[in-house]
């Protein structure tokens, strides 16, 4: 019985020992993989970015590259801060969404009741708060961002939605078609301010940044955040020029891409995000959830939720082969761009930031799959 006993235990210390290293060879394999494909894009002394990929609280790849100021010289790392883009409106949402919760309005109230001033009131009335967070609200972009940029370089939130108020016909009923829109969130954010009595970048900070323990995040009201911060660089007739805040219209309006993050402080979020640490869970839930309006006529069924695009695959408009369900939202703003993705049924989260005007899911996307860790 006891010879029996020791060749089971045997056996078992075997496959355990086998299987540990098994994993081992396997994080180090993905590991090798990604730092080989990202050092063919990021070179030490030009602009870089950070990446995170983490599977439930295991840190799966964590890695930096090149530079976040190519005058300072300054390394871009986990900490870096880093403009988001259209990821901030992920927090203009859970702003809308928050209010909403504490009885302050509905997400089925109209513009008209939060700006009055809309020159085409039965327009204004037709269009409810849950249009504008889905994009389907048919407002167009008046905005001459491009005839009057030096106007844009400057202008804040409510420069940046004010033209909106103006027109007279809509692209599309409201609630029928999904037509992204910049100056719509910036309109969003403005109603966080007419209804919570502050500034929205100081509630963001004081009703998710702070219980989230995102304490290097910051949302602009202007220039740049003072300290620890990536510049954007886009590359031209081989030089990379600096291209963000004073060179890129509309960086000063915050609602549509104004919330500068890191590696670290994202990773806070989702966490405080999958804990429900700044909203209710049923807020969360929804935040994740697409609705099906009645009246739909969009060429795809909806798959942005108010918050997050949620689709099949890692991207919304393209098939890929992966059939995993993705929550995501990506941005792009001069020469910064990120990607934050969730993955629930594999407990797979990924973030990424650069400053050299490169989008990376597609290199990440193609080595988790051949790795077998989506599917």
Known sequence: MFQYFKLVSGLLLTFSLHFIGYAQSREEILKSKLDSAFSDLFKADEPGGAILIQQGNKVLYENSFGLADLKTKDKF????????????????????????????FSTDDNLLKFFPEFKNKEIAAKIKLRHVLTHSSGLPDLRNVNKDSIFYLTARDEENFSPLKSTNTLEFEPGTKFEYSNPAYNGLAMVIEKTSGMKWQRFINQNIFKPAGMKNSRITDGSFPDKNVAHGYILKDKIYQEYDYGEYPTFTAAGNGGVWSSIDDLKKYITAINQCKFADCSVIKASKTAYNPSGWKGEKPVYHTGTWFVHQGFYANTKTEET????????????????????????????????????????????????????
Not at 79 to 102: A, E, M, P, R, W
Not at 328 to 345: C, N, T, V, Y
Request: proline share 1%; no cysteine; net charge positive.
């Open 324 to 375: 995993v369900n993705v929550i995501e939202h990506s941005g792009d703003q001069g020469g910064f761009k990120s990607h934050l993705i969730m993955i629930p049924e594999k407990n797979i989260s990924i973030i990424w930031l650069t400053n050299n005007n490169k989008f990376i899911t597609g290199h990440i996307r193609r080595i988790l799959l051949q790795m077998k860790y989506i599917d």
């Open 77 to 104: 790392t986990s900490k870096t801060v880093s403009n988001l883009g259209s990821i901030s409106k992920t927090f203009v949402s859970y702003g809308i969404l928050i209010l909403q919760d504490q009885h302050k």
